[in-house]
């Protein structure tokens, strides 16, 4: 197939899922261009099934608001038309659902019927998307998509009870590379962040609010009053400045390594003994996952996704949002016995499986499938 992806080209999740997706089908044949405003993060090698188009908007002193979602339907019409793609695969609603319904009418008049792909990925539909001031955008182009995929039933739920969707939403999951997210020995590398043989705590994300960074650091202050351990934050955003002071108010901050932005993150979650995602709303979780296929235990919050991904009392646990004594006695369980952290580092990577690459990618393939051939009738 030939294949158009748009998403948005940072290291945030529909990113990385976006730019992984891409790469899995290319190896397998596909042909995959992606239309983005830059190089995605992960898109970093050369492969000839692989193209790259990137979407400028021209300057222009009226616009206080440059219109990138003109620019990119009609970059995805110059694309479609002239690569000959079979299908559009848009990643979060927001613009690129209605950005790809507007391509899809221009091309009409060049007698291009160009199936649609939507997949939701979490705040696109829990946060943003449901500002009045983008709703019934976001409805009408979910609404109009050829086929609409959410990461997570938990997020399927959330978009039938939000908007008023019309249309049959699947569920395909995020996955991980296993070949790429795997244990690796890096003991010199361990013991130059715990040379005590501390336990090693870990936190990614993009900072933002959702992720209660702050919760992240209390939890290993109770941590680390009973447990010699360490913990690594790694990422970059808002809340960064804001967990740093924490950390300092607590007297905590010689104890925890802010990393920033990561490229070789495999690397480091395999150091790590337990992975720390306190999030208010989080769709899937696709760190947490990450950290798994690492055999990194996960403490988490119980909500969206996330209980269809960590397993209570196997792969890690899960307490209510806040509740960071309940998340730090839970993690203290875990680290205090050698025994019960190796079972819970097994157990993490064997429901990683469930989620590995080769099993989510015929899934995708089967979507664009059903999109295309009643177009083709
Ligand atoms: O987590 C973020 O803030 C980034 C965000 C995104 O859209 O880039 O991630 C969302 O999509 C990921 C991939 O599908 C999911 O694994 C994340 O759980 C989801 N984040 C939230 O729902 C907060």
Redesign the pocket.
């Known amino acids: 197939m030939k294949i158009g992806i748009v998403c948005?080209p940072t290291f945030?999740?529909?990113?990385v899922?976006a730019t992984e997706l891409g790469k899995g089908l290319a190896s397998k044949g596909h042909q995959v261009h992606f239309i983005t405003y830059s190089q995605p993060a992960r898109l970093d090698f050369f492969s000839e099934n692989l193209f790259y188009h990137e979407v400028s908007v021209s300057q222009y002193p009226l616009f206080d608001f440059p219109p990138y979602e003109s620019a990119l339907a009609s970059k995805l019409v110059d694309v479609v038309r002239f690569e000959q793609l079979e299908v559009l695969h848009v990643h979060?609603a927001i613009p690129h659902a209605s950005a790809a319904y507007l391509a899809k009418q221009i091309l009409k008049t060049y007698g291009i019927n160009i199936p649609v792909v939507t997949t939701l990925?979490?705040?696109?539909i829990?946060l943003v998307g449901r500002d009045k001031s983008f709703k019934p955008v976001v409805t009408f182009s979910i609404n109009e998509s050829d086929g609409v995929t959410t990461?997570s039933e938990s997020l399927r739920q959330e978009t039938s009870t939000f908007f008023d969707i019309t249309r049959e939403i699947k569920v395909i999951p995020?996955f991980v590379d296993l070949h790429r997210f795997v244990n690796k020995k890096r003991e010199h590398f361990k013991r130059a962040i715990a040379p005590g043989d501390e336990r090693i705590l870990i936190h990614t994300?993009?900072f933002?609010k959702?992720k209660n960074v702050s919760d992240v650091i209390r939890i290993f202050h109770e941590v680390n009053q009973k447990i010699p351990s360490k913990l690594l934050m790694v990422g970059d955003g808002p809340e960064r400045g804001n967990a740093e002071e924490l950390s300092r108010q607590l007297g905590i901050s010689s104890e925890i390594r802010f990393l920033g932005k990561q490229d070789a993150i495999e690397e480091i979650l395999s150091v790590s003994d337990l992975f720390l995602m306190p999030?208010s709303?989080?769709?899937?979780?696709?760190a947490a996952l990450e950290a798994m296929a690492c055999s990194v235990p996960v403490i988490s919050s119980n909500t969206?996704?996330l209980p269809e991904l960590n397993v209570q009392g196997i792969t890690g646990f899960l307490s209510d949002i806040g509740d960071v004594s309940a998340m730090a006695k839970n993690a203290i369980y875990i680290l205090e016995d050698c025994d019960r952290l190796g079972k819970f580092k097994k157990a993490a990577y064997e429901r990683a499986k469930d989620f590995e690459l080769a099993r989510i990618l015929p899934l995708y393939e089967a979507c664009y499938q059903e999109a295309i051939d009643p177009i083709k009738k």
């Not at 945030?12 to 990113?15: F, H």
């Open positions: 948005y945030g999740g529909s990113g899922v979060y990925h979490g705040t696109d829990t990461v995020n994300s993009n933002r959702v999030s709303s989080e769709s899937f979780g696709l969206g996704g």
